[in-house]
């Protein structure tokens, strides 16, 4: 080998003592220069834009400002006030969302529960007489799942209590408070007539997709509490077979009946159309009156719920 020559092993130990800073950068390829320009171009054109955007909403302003002066600006071109829902007193009455069906859930079904929850506080929050909402038998997947959300959200929920213990605690001070309570559960004989302010309405937070029946009933009678159905077969006549509610629908329904004091407007406002496309063409919903329907009772289930994207 002559003096000139270097072994390939010694190039190679040479380049590595090199600095970084002192070899030659990799020149960047046709494709990413391409790509750069029209992120670049795309940037300039949005900033624009926005300034085009800006100069004319300052010039509509303008020539608004100069009709009102001269009083040609007609009523229709003045921006209308946002309607603001008043919120009256609270209806005083209560509703118990009992999560105390964890463990016959799978995880799936828990996080549609958990989605209900969710809906079920936004519905009570903007409504014009909330209820006093409570979450009882609140642990296992159930507690996993809120925690996971949100950095656990739900512990800021306002005009809401959640209990690790059973609804049986609403009536350990005071026993008298039993008979006051009520358990919805479609398999009662009892059917709703009205909500009272000084009772309270307790929805089962089960979502099994219907693989357990009775559930609710048979919890409400080991623990001795009044159960009641929602009357929705007598005002409404296409539900001609056992249906599902998710709790915030149940809970809507409710809801709606404190605000307008009509079943029949409470169902048509909650349930969605499609439950009643019994027969293919069908998308009407009929209502009947209540000496009329005793024949045709149907009800809805409130404790096997079902996701709100299930069907």
Not at 152 to 160: D, E, G, I, L, V
Request: aromatic share 8%.
């Amino acid at each position: 080998m002559s003096g000139s020559e270097i072994a390939p092993e010694e190039a190679a130990e040479h380049l590595s003592d090199v600095p970084e800073s002192d070899q030659p950068a990799a020149q960047p390829s046709k494709s990413s220069l391409k790509k750069a320009a029209r992120r670049e171009k795309l940037a300039a054109f949005k900033l624009e834009r926005r300034a085009r955007e800006k100069l004319a909403k300052k010039e509509k302003k303008r020539i608004k400002a100069e009709k009102r002066a001269a009083g040609e600006l007609d009523s229709e071109d003045e921006p209308k006030a946002k309607k603001r829902r008043i919120a009256g007193p609270p209806f005083g009455g209560r509703v118990v969302v009992d999560l105390g069906f964890d463990k016959i859930m799978t995880e799936k079904e828990v996080q549609s529960l958990c989605s209900q929850l969710g809906y079920t506080y936004s519905a009570n929050r903007h409504s014009g007489h909330p209820f006093a909402l409570f979450f009882t038998s609140l642990d296992g997947k159930t507690l996993a799942r809120l925690e996971s959300l949100g950095d656990a959200s739900y512990k800021r929920w306002t005009n809401t209590q959640w209990w690790s213990e059973g609804y049986e605690r609403l009536w350990e001070t005071d026993p008298a408070v039993k008979q006051s309570i009520v358990y919805l559960t479609a398999d009662s004989d009892e059917e709703l007539t009205e909500l009272k302010p000084d009772e309270t309405y307790v929805i089962g937070g089960i979502c099994d997709h219907n693989r357990y029946k009775n559930e609710c009933l048979n919890k409400a009678q080991a623990t001795g509490i009044r159960t009641a159905r929602l009357p929705i077969g007598t005002y409404l006549a296409d539900l001609r077979s056992r249906k599902v509610l998710t709790v915030n629908q149940a809970f809507e329904i409710l809801v709606h009946w404190v605000e307008t004091r009509d079943w029949e407007s409470a169902f048509h406002a909650v349930i969605p159309k499609r439950k009643f496309d019994e027969n293919k063409g069908n998308d009407k919903v009929k209502s009947v009156k209540p000496e009329k329907a005793a024949s045709e009772t149907v009800v809805v289930s409130v404790e096997e719920l079902e996701t709100n994207d299930s069907t």
